[in-house]
């Protein structure tokens, strides 16, 4: 389907069901490294997003405009770090994304957009075993993706499996940033809880812009 607002609200749906679904294997992880909240952090951030786009009296105009109410919704209602990270994550990209549709740049550009956001917050750098190092790869595969002439399907489609990818890779770093920092070395042999939620959201972008 077209890259437009009825994706971006297909996206948020299917990102609310799927975190909420996953919010024990999320809390698990998160047990390990962190103190056992992400999952339920972002079940709750995600069922106020959709408790406020099932209220919403109008068919948002762009695609900026859902994105900017996940952004509102989650920094008022998740605390910790994932909170503010995502909600400035999705904040820059709903700045970028002030029209209707995307095309494959367009779709960069939101991405793009959206890991500035967390770099801005977070001030971490890839390799610091966290959801940057989800973010970083699946930005760098849809420019790639784009460069070759995909569509903004596939487009989403290389960024989900890009962070897919890191997310695996984060199991042997030490985190350096976060919570996770203060196991020092014995956050390795770990996979981060952050990243797997940022593989969860992207993969969630791809598969609505299939269905
Ligand atoms: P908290 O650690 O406050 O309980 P969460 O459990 O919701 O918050 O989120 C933890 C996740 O946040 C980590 O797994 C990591 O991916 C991410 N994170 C933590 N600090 C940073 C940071 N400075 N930059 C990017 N991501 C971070
Ligand atoms: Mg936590
Ligand atoms: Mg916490």
Redesign the pocket.
């Known amino acids: 389907m077209t890259v437009d607002v009825a994706w971006a609200i297909g996206w948020t749906r299917a990102t609310a069901e799927r975190v909420i679904a996953r919010r024990a294997e999320l809390n698990g992880l998160?047990r390990q490294?962190?103190?056992g909240?992400?999952g339920e952090?972002?079940a709750r951030g995600f069922t106020a997003v959709v408790a406020r786009l099932d209220a919403l009296e109008e068919e948002p105009a762009a695609i900026g405009d859902v994105l900017k109410l996940i952004a509102t919704t989650l920094m008022s209602t998740?605390?910790?770090?994932?909170?503010p990270?995502y909600g400035t994550a999705y904040l820059r990209a709903a700045k970028v994304t002030g029209s209707p549709t995307l095309d494959s740049r367009a779709v960069v550009a939101m991405l793009e957009a959206g890991l500035e956001g967390?770099v801005a917050?977070?001030?971490?750098t890839t390799g610091?075993?966290?959801?940057?190092d989800a973010w970083a790869p699946a930005v760098e595969a849809a420019v790639a993706a784009t460069d070759a002439g995909a569509e903004p399907a596939a487009v989403l489609a290389a960024a989900a499996t890009a962070a897919e990818a890191g997310v695996a890779a984060t199991i042997p770093l030490v985190a350096t940033?976060?919570?996770?920092s203060y196991l020092g070395e014995r956050s390795a042999g770990h996979q981060?809880?952050?990243?797997t939620s940022t593989a969860i959201v992207l993969r969630a972008a791809a598969d609505a812009a299939v269905d």
């Open positions: 998160d490294i962190g103190d909240d992400h952090n972002l998740v605390g910790g770090a994932a909170g990270l967390i917050r977070g001030k971490a610091e075993k966290t959801m940057v940033k976060g919570r996770a981060d809880p952050g990243a």
